[in-house]
């Protein structure tokens, strides 16, 4: 109705291109898309807020610098919204006393049941007390889950910052607290407080985790990133130095969370003797409840969780996560089979799992001719959102397959969402936009990811898990490339049972899943990031 009042009215436009990618409209996709670069171009020349939102740029055709350019504005907005409090700066010292422990403070809307929680809610708890004093401030109330409960549990110092609605005073507590590092876990995402950060409370300011991309503020200093994420020739594309973690920038707390998904088999609907299968270790008798392979680093990370994110079993349907302050582990790996999913038993399932906006054309095209070349296999996706899988099949019949070969299912919860990747047989990544916690779901569940690696953030991290896993060999650096690997990997099911049995086995073995580790190496990178700062050094890229 807006663009038939005013046909040249930008926001309406971009919400409805946006609205069109969702669904996997591809109607006049490629002149949309140049008539979308060609109107933000236009904003951003004139100093106006460019009508594509920094979150949804990276789904565009848009050049890094216009990325970059679109949330530079962002972040001067929040600069002019702050501008009305007249606060005067806040004052900065370098020294820190003599034995002093650095103060590392967490900013999330997403401390609760969110994908970010999912990967992080460990690593407050695993901060070394007696060098880092860690405060977590959460920008959403309690939802009454075990996420938010076991990150406030296990953080040092928790502060409810939606109780204090004005970012002024927000800003004020974080800087009593004597925060030296201030993490920004949201970016541009919903919830996000970026005023809080524009009033610089802290003399440190980071990005990590969870947002994909720049947030092209002249008040964040770093953004916590690895080689393979964010290479030095790339570097342009943030307006942040980089800092990089030594494998990879992302985690999964996947061990704390799901750790009876180590187990073979499809799971069972009694309670009854089952067996784990180990690819290592042989056969494992069970009775009547889960013992874990005997891997150390398994017993170890039980030790270190004390309780599970799962919990609640309703066989032959799905698990649903168990949100009390302590979860139990369910009491066998309950019944997990392809007829329950409508997926035929014999053929070869691709599968992804993303939202539906992350697919374009030529990715679409890229998993038909993998589909073509591997007659007896389907692709299994997600109705996420469900007025996207009719748009998806009608596109697969324009491209001359047929469309019962692509299968949707609903979306589900976290746990059965995590356990049903392992019927898949290997998993296609979406370059525009990876897989990012939705990769780590399916790793963990022991399928194989292919990917290809592009330019943006956004569109590397699955190849950096891949790498910190020891799998090189499934990311792609072209579209021709990523079909190859696929088609080859399917067509082999020797070859394809050695790589999902290396898999399974690298879940222990790789840094990918190992939240502790993880942390002690964001504790040295912290460490790196305020020597230069104590030293008098301005910021800089730290990449060893």
């Not at 299912?409 to 392992?422: L, P, T």
Request: charged fraction near 20%; charge should be neutral; hydrophobic fraction near 35%.
């Amino acid at each position: 109705m807006a663009l038939k009042l005013k046909s040249e009215f930008p926001d309406a436009y971009c919400n409805l291109v946006h609205c069109l990618q969702i669904v996997c409209d591809w109607t006049d996709y490629e002149n949309r898309l140049v008539k979308l670069a060609e109107v933000v171009k236009d904003q951003v020349t004139k100093n106006r807020l460019p009508s594509v939102h920094p979150h949804h740029s990276m789904l565009y055709p848009l050049s890094h610098e216009l990325r970059k350019s679109i949330a530079a504005r962002h972040a001067t907005l929040c600069q002019e919204k702050i501008a009305i409090l007249h606060k005067p700066s806040y004052a900065h010292s370098k020294d820190k006393p003599t034995g002093a422990r650095l103060k590392i403070g967490y900013v999330s809307s997403d401390f609760c049941n969110h994908p970010t929680s999912h990967l992080m809610q460990s690593v407050p708890g695993f901060h070394n007390r007696d060098k880092y004093e860690v405060f977590c401030y959460a920008l959403t109330p309690d939802d009454n889950t075990s996420f938010r409960k076991k990150i406030i549990q296990e953080s040092e110092h928790f502060t409810d910052l939606s109780q204090i609605t004005d970012n002024g005073d927000a800003a004020d507590k974080i800087y009593k607290d004597g925060i030296q590092i201030l993490v920004n876990m949201n970016g541009y995402t919903k919830g996000a407080r970026n005023e809080i950060f524009a009033l610089k409370p802290a003399p440190l300011q980071v990005m990590w985790l969870g947002y994909p991309g720049t947030s092209g503020a002249n008040y964040m200093d770093y953004i916590i990133t690895d080689a393979v994420t964010s290479p030095a020739e790339l570097a342009d594309q943030y307006s942040e130095k980089l800092a990089y973690m030594p494998n990879t920038f992302f985690i999964g707390d996947h061990k704390c969370m799901f750790p009876h998904l180590l187990l073979n088999g499809s799971g069972t609907d009694q309670a009854e003797e089952i067996k784990v299968i180990d690819s290592q270790a042989g056969v494992i008798q069970i009775n009547n409840k889960i013992h874990w392979p005997m891997h150390v680093s398994v017993v170890q990370t039980m030790q270190q969780c004390n309780k599970v994110q799962a919990g609640g079993v309703q066989l032959l349907t799905q698990v649903v996560i168990d949100q009390s302050a302590t979860p139990s582990l369910p009491r066998s790996l309950p019944l997990t089979l392809r007829s329950q999913y409508s997926l035929p038993e014999r053929a070869v399932i691709f599968c992804n799992f993303n939202q539906l906006y992350k697919i374009d054309p030529p990715t679409l095209k890229s998993w038909v001719d993998i589909l073509k070349r591997v007659p007896d296999s389907v692709l299994w996706l997600l109705k996420f959102p469900a007025a996207g899988e009719p748009n998806i099949l009608l596109n697969v019949q324009q491209m001359e397959l047929d469309p019962s070969r692509v299968i949707f299912s609903n979306v589900a919860a976290k746990e059965e969402h995590v356990r049903r990747g392992r019927l898949a047989d290997i998993c296609l990544d979406t370059p525009l936009c990876n897989g990012h916690t939705t990769s780590m779901d399916v790793i963990w569940a022991g399928t194989p990811v292919v990917t290809m690696k592009m330019e943006t953030l956004a569109s590397r991290v699955a190849s950096s898990q891949l790498t910190a896993l020891g799998f090189p060999e499934l990311i792609a650096s072209t579209r021709e490339e990523y079909v190859d690997i696929a088609v080859r990997y399917a067509s082999d099911p020797s070859l394809l049972k050695q790589l999902r049995n290396r898999i399974k086995d690298a879940r222990l073995s790789s840094p990918l899943f190992d939240t502790q580790l993880y942390t002690q190496h964001l504790e040295e990178l912290y460490s790196k990031i305020w020597k230069k700062y104590n030293n008098g050094e301005p910021a800089d890229h730290i990449l060893k």
